[in-house]
């Protein structure tokens, strides 16, 4: 399953260290994962974070073994370690297909959680994973999703807790009763629909023009978007309500990310040769 820690990191409050797992991803992992500790400072400044606020982010970060430091002289060099590019590599997958148009077969995957009574901790762990793989909640332990190809994925992440029992169908839907309310009533589509226009309104109309806006913008762009694949279940267009902002969000997404990913990237180069400093580091 997803690693938690990506998830949280995706859709909480964006702290330096949220917005460094994305520069990360988007400019460490694709150069070999190695870079100096004072290029990871000087682009979080850049996307409006105070030095001492980036230091801290690196120095929790290293604690937590997001990266590892080897000592250059007086200089340090900050490099990936296994586990946070296998997370970075996976999240990146998930966040650059995720919006994709997909064809659906009508078959849905429904999942029946059975926790007892008093492992609340357990069943409310187990809920949050359930959500966050985008599975609707009927109640009573009932949970779906129109991701059949999700079975295994879900089996392994419930069968990590000895104190849960599932059971899981594959079925299509009957005569009875109407799927746009069985939607309504599993997902809180009003709420994405909510952060996509926020997204749109927030990247539609912005038009850099220096380096430093280019990183600026695009970093805070893969950020934003990142959030989507754990909030929005992805259902197919068939079951949306009219309207849907998601191909729209998502064609903003694509276009404004190759149109700025080479000028952001160089700025990214420079800040690592040393040729460039932050306009925010001065005020940090």
């Known amino acids: 399953m997803m690693d938690e820690q990506l998830r949280r ?13 994305t520069v990360l991803g988007e400019y460490v992992l ?3 994962g190695t870079v100096w500790q004072e290029t990871l400072v000087a682009a979080l400044v850049s996307v409006g974070y105070t030095q001492q606020a980036a230091r801290q982010a690196l120095s929790r970060s290293t604690r937590d073994g997001w990266l590892a430091t080897e000592r250059r002289g007086r200089r340090a060099r900050m490099s990936l370690t296994g586990s946070t590019a296998e997370l970075l590599r996976t999240g990146a ?45 009927l109640g009573g332990g009932v949970w779906l999703t129109p991701h059949v190809e999700r079975e295994q994925e879900l089996a392994s992440a ?3 807790e000895s104190a849960a029992d599932a059971i899981s169908f594959v079925a299509e839907f009957g005569s009875i009763g109407d799927p746009q309310q069985l939607v309504a009533d599993a997902w809180e589509l009003d709420r994405i629909r909510e952060h996509y226009t926020a997204f749109i309104d927030d990247f539609a109309r912005a038009r850099p023009s220096k380096p430093e806006e280019f990183f600026r913008l695009q970093t805070l762009l893969v950020h934003a978007w990142r959030k989507f694949p754990f909030l929005d279940p992805d259902l197919p267009a068939s079951l949306l309500p009219s309207r849907w902002p998601r ?3 998502h064609a903003l997404f694509v276009g404004r990310h ?7 990237r160089d700025y990214f180069e420079q800040l ?7 306009t925010g580091a001065q005020a940090a």
């Open 9 to 21: 990191r995706s859709v909480g409050a964006p702290a330096a260290r949220s917005l460094l797992l």
């Open 258 to 264: 190759e149109r700025w990913k080479p000028a952001a």
């Open 272 to 278: 690592e040769a040393g040729l460039r400093v932050p």
């Open 247 to 249: 191909d729209r969000a």
């Open 93 to 137: 997958e998930r966040i650059y297909s995720f919006g994709q148009p997909w064809e659906w077969d009508g078959r849905w995957l429904v999942v029946v959680l059975r926790v007892p009574e008093d492992r609340r901790a357990v069943r409310h762990q187990l809920r949050s994973r359930l959500a966050w793989t985008g599975l609707g909640s």
């Open 30 to 32: 694709p150069r070999a």
């Open 158 to 160: 419930i069968g990590q």
